[in-house]
């Protein structure tokens, strides 16, 4: 279930006496008839919504010019009158799902004779904002089955994928038609990052595939002005058909492009900057339309170029405990903000005292992994654990960790930043819901079931309780505990007086959602991001979903021997080294536990990187060390593993499983 955040009232002001015939004019008991003559009743009681025929409403041109005319009424008061928006809404949506099935099978049979009716436009933007509207209130245990099943939503989801693509590409004469069809699809596609209803790659527009993101930097994702600024950029240059991704099905929409580009002319000519403005709008409005694997590669470029254009900044090793390895990497380099971006020189201190052996790049990846381990386990009490096993913030933590909590928690965000930055993979396993949040996104009903699944199934039957909620003496409070303390809030002003009824349950539903998805936590995620912004602004993070963030930030556990063998180098042996192919054999032996181990040992991550090894630098190498009376070791700052010529499997098993259950203890091992 979702709600729209935009509560300001921007309509058009009306007399009282006026605003009150129109709230009469917009009621199911007025609006239901408006709409009999346009669609047949006998037709409609045939089948249900979502048994309806592929082409169930077969009407003339005459029909449609009246459902057309319909339409554009609706669509002129759905943007003057928003005071009453979703009262009208509310009446068109929730007619046993018949209307909007209705409308997409007019949209569908017409969509390849747009330029010719140009009222298809208005039939569009009225189906959009009901579908957006409905989604508000389904939950996603009912999304497939009403109003549209699976092979509908598909259907609907390539379509508006084309439309939307081609809107952006091409430009378009009606921005709030494009801004409408956008977020109907980007929810389609939240909704799919959860239930999976697509098939891998529906989402895709083929020809980004060979998007050149090495043409444009991450600043330009920040630069709000970019559809302006590609406006004035259209030159006549000669067309570089190279620089210019191809829409699919270019012909079937060849006809809705003419009559919607700014430009009229079958071939529109622009020059690289309008190239590189492009694809920014697409990266910045509709991101899941270029493959996953080319966002993480441009994600990376931008990293790359924001690391040349960093200040010289330089500070001495700083010694860190072990034993406080949170407090003292806090104390050592909270205070550094954007700054850690740059160098960051570690040297760990063992139990004993003592300084460890070992500095570089290895230690640091050392410590920015063994400091998450720290800080996210739930008993630190900065991060709670759900039933899932997932975290997220404590909404307690003032308790917990003090006056000074949040900056812990901005802390946290540039740890987390700067391993991304690096392309260090931390294990943390963020709850779905907030990794929504770091996305900039606000939590309704349905993510609630990452947070508090007996919550959210007690609320789903609550939403379909057939009797009187008023039986139930439910008011509009919540009751949160803290500490094992019950403490009793009001979801709105006076809640402990406002009965919960039949009419404002979905209110009372979507509060409760908020309050614990949003509300209890907001001071905690606000930190959080904030210092995660430091580091990677968060306009490259939203080029991904909460999905693909999750293998961003912590990659994924299981990863391929094979990939892994054939990205290794070698120094002073050779892959057909005997002791090499035994190597080998022994790995593929292992167990997930062993291999992650093995990875730690050798590059103190225990996660491969998010697109193979190819991506591992420095590239991990093995070698050849004389001495066979030892255990092997490693440089881990240089992914090095160095291993002795031992004669059997059965000596390379023990001894590597010898070196890497005690090496993962520390570095001096190492």
């Not at 003559?37 to 025929?53: A, E, F, Q, R």
């Not at 009793?488 to 809640?495: F, W």
Request: net charge negative.
């Amino acid at each position: 279930m979702m709600m729209d955040e935009d509560d300001v009232d921007t309509s058009v002001k009306v007399p009282p006496e006026l605003s009150a015939q129109l709230e009469v004019i917009f009621s199911r008991h007025h609006m239901q008839p408006l709409f009999d003559d346009v669609i047949s009743k006998s037709n409609l009681n045939n089948y249900t919504s979502v048994t309806l025929p592929k082409n169930p409403f077969l009407i003339n041109d005459d029909s449609f010019h009246n459902l057309s005319s319909i339409c554009k009424v609706i669509q002129f008061l759905l943007s003057t009158q928003n005071k009453n928006k979703q009262s009208l809404l509310n009446t068109l949506s929730y007619s046993n799902g018949t209307f909007l099935v209705y409308l997409w099978s007019q949209i569908k049979s017409r969509i390849t004779m747009w330029s010719q009716l140009p009222s298809l436009s208005e039939v569009m933007s009225v189906f959009v904002n009901c579908y957006d509207s409905l989604l508000i209130t389904l939950d996603d245990s009912e999304f497939l089955n009403y109003p549209f099943h699976q092979e509908q939503c598909v259907e609907i989801v390539i379509t508006l994928r084309d439309l939307v693509f081609d809107m952006y590409w091409n430009g378009c004469n009606d921005m709030n038609l494009r801004n409408d069809m956008t977020r109907l699809l980007s929810k389609l596609h939240s909704t799919d990052a959860r239930l999976k209803y697509c098939k891998e790659g529906t989402f895709v527009v083929k020809s980004t595939e060979n998007m050149d993101y090495k043409r444009f930097n991450g600043r330009d994702l920040l630069d709000d002005d970019l559809e302006s600024d590609r406006d004035s950029e259209m030159t006549n240059n000669e067309h570089d058909e190279q620089q210019r991704p191809i829409p699919i099905q270019q012909q079937r929409y060849i006809s809705l492009r003419n009559s919607m580009i700014n430009n009229h002319e079958s071939h529109v000519q622009f020059n690289e900057n309008d190239y590189r403005s492009r694809i920014i709008l697409i990266l910045k409005n509709i991101p899941y339309v270029v493959p996953f694997e080319t966002r993480v590669k441009a994600f990376s470029h931008f990293i790359n170029l924001d690391k040349e254009s960093l200040d010289d900044y330089y500070e001495g090793a700083s010694n860190i405990r072990r034993q406080f390895i949170f407090e003292d990497g806090f104390a050592h380099f909270n205070r550094r903000g954007s700054n850690l971006k740059g160098n960051l020189l570690v040297q760990m201190i063992n139990a004993d005292g003592h300084l460890e052996a070992g500095i570089g790049q290895g230690v640091t990846k050392e410590f920015l992994i063994e400091l998450a381990k720290v800080a996210f386990n739930p008993q630190y009490g900065l991060f709670n654990i759900t039933p899932d096993q997932t975290i997220y913030p404590n909404p307690a933590s003032h308790i917990t960790q003090g006056d000074d909590h949040l900056s812990k928690f901005n802390f946290l965000g540039k740890i987390v930043g700067k391993a991304m930055y690096e392309r260090i993979l931390l294990d943390i396993p963020f709850a779905h819901f907030f990794l929504s949040k770091l996305l900039g996104n606000t939590n309704f009903f349905n993510h609630l079931k990452s947070l508090d699944p007996e919550l959210h199934k007690h609320l789903i039957t609550f939403k379909n309780y057939p009797g009187d909620v008023k039986d139930l003496d439910l008011t509009f409070t919540i009751s949160d505990e803290l500490l094992g303390t019950q403490i009793e809030r009001e979801l709105v002003p006076d809640g402990s007086n406002q009965q919960v009824t039949n009419q404002n349950k979905m209110s009372y539903i979507y509060r409760v959602s908020n309050h614990r998805l949003n509300t209890q936590i907001k001071e905690q995620s606000q930190a959080f991001m904030k210092g995660l912004a430091q580091i990677i602004p968060t306009p490259w993070l939203k080029m991904f979903d909460e999905n693909e963030l999750f293998l961003l930030m912590c990659g994924t556990v299981k990863f391929n021997v094979d990939d892994m063998e054939n990205h290794t180098t070698y120094y002073e042996y050779s892959h057909d080294s005997p002791t090499i192919q035994m190597f080998w054999k022994v790995v593929n032996e292992f167990n997930e536990e062993q291999k992650r181990m093995l990875l730690r040992f050798w590059t103190s991550g225990s996660r491969p990187p998010l697109l193979g090894f190819k991506d591992m630098h420095p590239p991990l190498c093995i070698r050849n060390v004389v001495d066979t009376s030892r255990l092997p070791t490693s440089s881990t700052c240089m992914n090095l593993l160095k291993l002795p010529p031992y004669k059997n499997m059965e000596e390379i098993k023990k001894k590597i499983l010898l070196a890497i259950m005690h090496g993962n203890e520390g570095f001096e091992l190492t």
